[in-house]
């Protein structure tokens, strides 16, 4: 793990910047306290990094959970009682792991991650854009189409023209400008530039350029446009900003429902993240998903008993760690470390940097995720491919991520209910000597109650006096409906004078007096 030092310690610097606003933006959608975000964000990397086996994925709080989050800490009427339910939750998720559930993971289409890796990119984008011109004062982790502030992600960017930040967006400018060289350019000059990420210089000069525009009325940012993290005033005030569950509502039937909610819901976005930063890791390793779960279980747990917000593995910092150079797991632990660091050594520091540096950083972030070629490339692949693709974009864009997700896995279903009805079986039509009709039917090596509506047609499709030839050698399953179709369609047959003929690894037979018999007796050897 530390033999790739050189290229996580600078990726994970970058998943440190991106993380930060994140953890904070996310505790304020979730109206929970904005140190309960780091906290998660802290557990997440070290110790879900450490347990994981994922080579590049980062976990901390997720924008998907802040709805839940937020009416389940009203609903049981405190933050301590929502924390039991997250150390619940989290013995719920390790119960996942052992009984195998992560296997779940595997059973997403193709077309679904990527339009969810695109959705989630096209909503970074959409929801940078106000940062970026320091428009807005509403939580970096206001993901949702209706955001907190009561606009909507549309109407908030037809109204940023009336109030942009100047010092926000010259300086986001600059970082943008900053970012875009370092990548395309300087990388390939020399190592240092590659050593040295772009991010860390873009939010050095932000630092900079705040504290050098603070009496500059036409440049200043407002204290609203720059990161928040609580500051202490002592040790003790630090201690005193962790909160523990109360222990004594574990009878609490509504804080049941509430963990079991959570492990769900968070496992399934696990899942689905650990799908998506496998299919973006350049090495393609394969992450363990029940040992995923364990890891985040745990992870809630400790993140529970002290005060944290639930967490799970996160697509962006995620991707932000795969785009910055992150080779293994050490970059999700270093990002942690540096989160932890952070907040005790350094917060005024961390106060000083403008939000709209950061969403330069998140704005390249989706670009790269929601690439225009990528629409390019499924358009091509096929309607199969680019219907649920499109559908789960925009599922995530108007609703969130489980509902791209539900809608997208839908459609796919869809896609697969279609092509099943017209490829269970081939069909073969032959014309013989006397003038009677041989309808040849080969079935599929598996054969569903799916595929009773195309076979039902084609049977009544049969003219009188034909001869149908059923070859289901290469059938490994007929499902007992198929064969209740062919009992049904015997009593037909007779009033049609249509002859059946069944090839099977059973034998060879014709006009069988009962198809369940026939079926359900031994292979020949």
Not at 4 to 11: H, N, T, V, Y
Not at 59 to 72: D, F, M, N, Q, T
Not at 220 to 231: E, F, H, K, R
Not at 322 to 350: C, E, F, M, Y
């Amino acid at each position: 793990m530390f033999k790739q030092l050189k290229k996580d310690l600078p990726a994970s610097i970058v998943v440190f910047f991106v993380a930060l606003p994140l953890c904070l933006g996310i505790a304020l959608a979730s109206g929970a306290p904005l140190f309960s975000g780091l906290i998660a964000g802290i557990v997440g990397g070290i110790v879900v990094g450490a347990l994981s086996k994922s080579s590049l994925g980062v976990s901390g709080p997720a924008a998907g959970l802040a709805a839940i989050v937020l009416a389940a800490i009203a609903s049981l009427g405190s933050y301590q009682d929502f924390l039991l339910a997250v150390v619940l939750a989290g013995a719920i998720q390790i119960l996942f792991g052992v009984l195998k559930a992560g296997i779940i993971g595997y059973y997403f289409p193709s077309s679904v991650i990527k339009g969810m890796l695109t959705g989630i990119g096209i909503i970074i984008i959409l929801k940078q854009i106000p940062h970026f011109f320091g428009y807005t004062q509403s939580p970096m982790g206001d993901w949702y189409f209706f955001q907190l502030d009561g606009e909507n992600t549309f109407s908030a960017l037809g109204k940023i023209f009336e109030s942009i930040s100047p010092g926000s967006t010259v300086i986001a400018l600059v970082a943008m400008g900053i970012l875009i060289l370092w990548e395309t350019v300087l990388t390939k000059k020399s190592k240092v530039f590659r050593l040295i990420q772009g991010p860390l210089v873009a939010v050095g000069l932000g630092i900079v350029f705040n504290v050098i525009t603070q009496n500059i009325d036409s440049l200043s940012i407002a204290p609203g446009l720059l990161v928040n993290v609580p500051v202490p005033d002592s040790f003790d005030s630090f201690i005193g900003q962790f909160t523990f569950p109360s222990f004594s509502m574990i009878g609490n039937m509504e804080i049941w429902v509430t963990a079991f909610t959570l492990a769900l819901v968070a496992s399934l976005e696990t899942l689905l993240c650990v799908e998506a930063t496998d299919k973006l890791d350049p090495h393609k390793r394969t992450t363990p998903t029940n040992r995923e779960l364990f890891a985040q279980g745990t992870g809630n747990i400790v993140s529970g008993l002290i005060g944290g917000l639930p967490i799970t593995q996160v697509i962006v910092r995620s991707s932000a760690n795969i785009q910055s150079g992150g080779q293994t797991k050490l970059s999700a632990i270093l990002h942690g470390g540096l989160l932890l660091i952070s907040v005790i050594i350094i917060p005024r520091v961390l106060n000083l940097i403008p939000l709209s540096v950061l969403a330069a950083v998140l704005f390249l972030v989706g670009y790269k995720l929601a690439k225009p070629q990528l629409f390019v490339q499924m358009y091509k692949a096929g309607w199969k491919q680019s219907v649920p693709f499109l559908v789960t974009v925009t599922g995530i864009i108007f609703g969130d991520l489980l509902v791209g997700i539900t809608l997208g896995l839908l459609v796919g279903i869809i896609v697969i209910l279609i092509k099943s009805y017209q490829n269970s079986y081939f069909l073969h039509k032959e014309n013989v000597e006397d003038g009677s009709k041989t309808v040849k039917m080969t079935l599929a090596e598996e054969v569903t109650f799916i595929n009773k509506g195309a076979i039902i047609k084609e049977l009544n499709k049969l003219e009188e006096n034909s001869f149908l030839i059923m070859d289901v050698t290469k059938t490994h399953y007929l499902d007992n409906d198929i064969i209740e179709i062919l009992d049904d369609f015997k009593v037909k047959a007779e009033e049609r004078n249509i002859n059946i003929k069944i090839i099977s690894e059973r034998g060879v037979v014709v006009n069988p007096e009962s198809y369940q018999q026939f079926f359900n007796r031994p292979k020949t050897a």
